[in-house]
């Protein structure tokens, strides 16, 4: 293909679309992890990654705390355990099928990352005078792209959603006005799981593109 | 190195990694565009990227609305004009400031997209016991999921979250409980930004990582 061969300054070659779109395919939310730490240059690279997310404004409104002490990991795992027997006990009848799954990997993960909102959020307008939380669209963003980063480097990459966010705000000596958002869990796998671990698991199935897509109304079926 | 000769079926090769790193750094929120059509099945792979997206508990919650009817598309650029306006009134003493700065792309794009949250939210728990808005966190994976399958197409994307939710729902017929989140603006571009161009016009500069980064708590600084 001639794109191959001279690509300008913005062009990105056919492989290149190919290992962009290959990424996004295979990234997985993994829950099982096996031992081996992560390279200091390669966790560098992921967090180098999340940075680079847009954000509204500018504000960059994420702030990763990695969670290196063995105390607090053990703390963050109860407070995660909490909120699971919690959840189960809300979804009512599918409260025991909940409980057999695999819901984070807190224990077995080589990193563990507490990402949270920033304080002093209120000073940001652009973009969020209407819709304030476009600043939690940005750290998912940043998010995202890591989670993309670390399927590229074979690396395995959970988010835990499963708390309550005070306590763990508490934990972490957040100030007044910061809210943690993510347990991100990364580390080794033996496989990426060939398909969304919750469909594996029949917990749920995911619906079709068309599913998702309208044109000009609510309800109104695309055209291609 | 070896992995570029014998990648097992899990590991990326390093032209791969450099791809996906490559797009990550490279994608810009665009506000110009220049003429020019989306080829159908360009668009129908960025839409595919958007929904390969994780979501919460498997729930999907994004819905997207393609605006080909040229009234439509009308009536947001003058939902997103008021806004601007309002934003520039909010922000006080850098309302000129704001006001010379290009915020939107909307009349000049080849496609025009509402992302917007989906209805009947309160029927899925998973992961949104205690944070409820993970919904939206998944909308913006989606998002950047596209922002970057855009980038590797040569394509520009611009989020836009200049508009009252209210008005804008009521124009696309949304239901009770689905909210739009953002106003996507897809095309052609004659470049993409050397850096962001809030940067470029000097109306913030980015922070470094560091910045951003602890360890095991709030203000504590990350060892390497």
Redesign the interface.
């Known amino acids: 293909m001639s794109d191959e061969l001279s690509p300008d300054?913005?062009?990105?070659t056919q492989?290149?679309?190919d290992?962009?779109?290959?990424?996004?395919?295979e990234?997985r939310?993994m829950r099982h992890f096996r031992p081996g730490s992560i390279e200091?240059d390669q966790l560098?690279?992921l967090?180098?990654?999340a940075?680079?997310?847009?954000s509204?404004?500018?504000?960059?409104p994420?702030?990763?705390?990695?969670?290196?002490?063995k105390a607090?990991r053990s703390q963050i795992t109860q407070l995660v355990e909490k909120?699971r027997l919690?959840?189960a006990k809300?979804?009512g009848e599918r409260e025991a099928e909940?409980l057999k799954l695999k819901v984070e990997g807190i224990d077995s993960c080589a990193e563990l990352l507490v990402v949270?909102l920033?304080d002093k959020r209120d000073e940001h307008?652009?973009?969020?005078?209407?819709?304030p939380?476009?600043d939690?669209?940005?750290?998912?963003?940043a998010?995202?792209?890591m989670?993309?980063?670390a399927?590229?480097?074979?690396l395995g990459m959970g988010?835990v959603?499963?708390?309550?966010?005070e306590p763990l705000a508490k934990l972490?000596?957040?100030?007044d006005g910061?809210s943690p958002?993510?347990i991100l869990c990364l580390g080794h796998?033996d496989?990426?799981y060939s398909a969304?671990m919750?469909?594996l698991e029949n917990?749920?199935?995911?619906?079709s593109?068309e599913h998702?897509?309208?044109?000009?109304?609510?309800?109104q079926t695309?055209?291609?």
């Open positions: 300054n913005n062009s990105f492989a290149e679309r290992a962009v779109y290959r990424a996004i395919a990234r939310d200091p560098q690279r967090l180098q990654a940075h680079k997310a847009p509204v404004g500018l504000m960059q994420w702030r990763i705390i990695r969670i290196s002490d607090l909120e919690a959840t809300a979804l909940f949270s920033c307008i652009f973009g969020r005078r209407t819709m939380e476009m939690l669209a940005s750290v998912a963003c998010i995202q792209n989670w993309l980063a399927r590229v480097e074979g988010w959603s499963l708390f309550e966010p972490l000596a957040l100030p910061a958002v993510a796998v496989e990426f969304p919750l469909e917990w749920r199935h995911g619906e593109l998702v897509l309208f044109q000009n109304q609510w309800g695309a055209k291609r």
